[in-house]
C-alpha cells in the first residue's frame, strides 16, 4: 500500500475504485477523483450491519455495475443492497506464530473499544452484570474508566489474551468484530451472545459457548474457570476452526478471485 496526497489522485493510472466508507462514496469521490477514474470498476467494502433499522435499511451504494463486498453473512443478509451484487469475504487476521494460549489465569477477558460511550449496542450492561458474578478483565479505548486494564498495543494484545481462561464477547449487534477472530486464532475458547455472525463463528461445547441467556453465559463461563483441562481442549478446537476461517492466506486469495472475476466481467 502507497499514501498518495489527496490532490495527486487524480493523476494515477488505476485499475479500480475501493471505497470503504460513505463520505467516501458520497462525497470524496467527486472531490478526488478525475471523470475518468469514477468510471473505472468501483468496490464497496461494508464492514458493518445496518446502523439505523437492522432488516429495513437500505445501502447507499444502488448501483448494478458496481461490487458490494461484505466481511459476514449476517451482513449481507440484514442489508437490503439494492441493486447491487453483493458478495462476502470472511476476515483475515494473522497473530504471532510464537504466541500460543496458556489460558493459566483463570478470569475472561473482554476486548471492546469505548465500551462505555457505546452502550448497550456493544453490550456494556451486560458486561457489567456478569462481572458482578465472573472475573472478568475489560481491555481497549476507555476500558480504564471502568476499572479496566487499559488501551493494549495491538502487537501485545495477542500474548496477553493468551493468558487468560476465556475470551467474552458481550456485543448485543455489530459485525463480527476481529478481536474475536484473533482470540480464536491464539485458541482462546470464546464466550458470547448468541447474535449476529457469532453463531456461525462459535460451536457449543466444541469451540466456545453462546447463548441469548446472560445468566447461562455466566454459568459457562465459570466452568470453564473451574475446569482448566476442558478450557484447553476448546482452545485447540478453536484455534484450528479459526486457521481454516480467518487465515490470512484465505483471506488474500478470496479478494484475489472476487477482484479479478470482477475486473473481467466489467470489462
Not at 38 to 61: A, C, F, G, K, S
Not at 98 to 106: H, Q
Not at 158 to 164: D, E, I, N, R, V
Request: overall charge negative; proline content about 6%; some cysteine.
Amino acid at each position: 500500500m502507497h499514501d498518495v496526497p489527496a490532490g495527486e489522485v487524480k493523476d494515477l493510472e488505476l485499475d479500480a475504485i475501493l471505497f470503504q466508507h460513505r463520505k467516501n462514496y458520497e462525497v470524496d469521490q467527486y472531490e478526488i477523483l478525475s471523470e475518468t477514474q469514477r468510471r473505472l470498476p468501483r468496490i464497496y467494502l461494508e464492514h458493518d450491519p445496518p446502523q439505523e433499522h437492522p432488516t429495513n435499511t437500505r445501502h447507499w451504494v444502488d448501483d448494478p455495475a458496481m461490487l458490494l463486498v461484505h466481511v459476514t453473512s449476517f451482513n449481507r443478509l440484514m442489508w437490503d443492497n439494492n441493486r447491487t451484487p453483493a458478495v462476502v469475504i470472511d476476515h483475515g487476521v494473522m497473530v504471532p506464530d510464537n504466541v500460543t494460549y496458556t489460558g493459566e489465569n483463570p478470569k475472561g477477558i473482554v476486548v471492546v473499544n469505548n465500551i462505555g460511550k457505546r452502550g448497550r449496542r456493544l453490550g456494556l450492561d451486560v458486561f457489567e452484570k456478569i462481572r458482578e458474578q465472573i472475573p472478568l478483565d475489560l481491555a481497549g479505548m476507555g476500558s480504564a474508566e471502568l476499572g479496566g486494564i487499559g488501551e493494549v498495543p495491538h502487537d501485545d494484545l495477542p500474548a496477553l489474551m493468551a493468558t487468560y481462561r476465556f475470551f467474552f464477547n458481550p456485543i448485543r449487534y455489530t459485525s463480527l468484530g476481529l478481536s474475536v477472530c484473533e482470540a480464536m486464532m491464539v485458541g482462546l475458547p470464546i464466550v458470547g451472545l448468541a447474535t449476529t455472525e457469532m453463531v456461525t463463528a462459535v460451536e457449543n461445547g466444541r469451540t466456545g459457548y453462546v447463548e441469548t441467556d446472560a445468566e447461562m453465559l455466566a454459568e459457562r463461563m465459570r466452568y470453564l474457570i473451574d475446569h482448566p483441562a476442558y478450557a484447553r481442549e476448546l482452545s485447540r478446537n478453536a484455534a484450528d476452526y479459526a486457521n481454516q476461517r480467518f487465515g490470512i492466506k484465505r483471506f488474500a486469495s478470496d479478494w484475489q478471485q472476487v477482484v479479478s472475476r470482477f475486473l473481467e466481467n466489467f470489462r
